[in-house]
């Protein structure tokens, strides 16, 4: 089981640079059907044996940047 949270910010910015910042916080669970980290402990009850299931990235953060150059004809300006 997959929990997340995104999130996002886009920034746009005079002269044409722009600025995009991305972050996802999550949490993968599992139990013991091959998907958790360690050995069985106890197979007799494997719903105790539930937690953080590989591959668990837990934070994400990007950053990403464009800058439009001020000239051509998506600018306004004929060539």
Known sequence: ???????????????????LVPCTFGKNLGNADGHVRSYIKNPHNLSAEYGPAAPNIQQRLSVSNLYELSVGRARGEAT
């Open 1 to 19: 089981m997959y929990h997340a949270s995104k999130t996002s910010l886009n920034k746009r910015f005079a002269d044409g640079f722009n600025i």
